[in-house]
């Protein structure tokens, strides 16, 4: 087994994403890979954190209790989606990363087949280990 800063490290590899965070009154999205990630501690838990140009993303690991792969059919068009699901306690979605796609259904060289290796690798629902130290 493994923690959720090595998954997501192994998250680099899926390309561009669609980073999905929902509350009760907003949805933010953006597109974005997952790179040069820095780790930090606080008092409210350890921390996975992003800086790109036009956002800054923290994902507080100690609040993500479990991890869930999930296939589905888009919205708009047809075809398949690819989506990781990051559950907290409450076993609600507290950031979704979807596969991004340039023209609808056309993912970048490679991007599935890294999903479905992870996939592979830490099955459908995976509860990762706490991260010991950041």
Request: hydrophobic content about 40%; overall charge negative; some cysteine.
């Amino acid at each position: 087994m493994t923690n959720l800063k090595e998954f997501l490290e192994a998250c680099e590899q899926l390309g561009t994403l669609r980073l999905i965070v929902t509350s009760s009154a907003a949805v933010l999205e953006v597109r974005s890979s997952i790179r040069k990630l820095f780790y930090a501690e606080l008092p409210k838990g350890k921390y996975a954190n992003m800086h790109a140009e036009d956002f800054e993303f923290h994902l507080n690991m100690d609040g993500i209790k479990r991890v869930k792969f999930e296939t589905g059919e888009a919205k708009r068009g047809n075809f398949t989606t690819y989506a990781i699901r990051f559950l907290d306690e409450k076993e609600e979605p507290a950031l979704s990363a979807f596969l991004q796609w340039g023209k609808p259904g056309e993912y970048e060289p490679g991007q599935v087949e890294a999903w479905q290796a992870l996939r592979e690798k830490y099955g459908d629902v995976w509860e990762p280990l706490p991260v010991e130290a950041v």
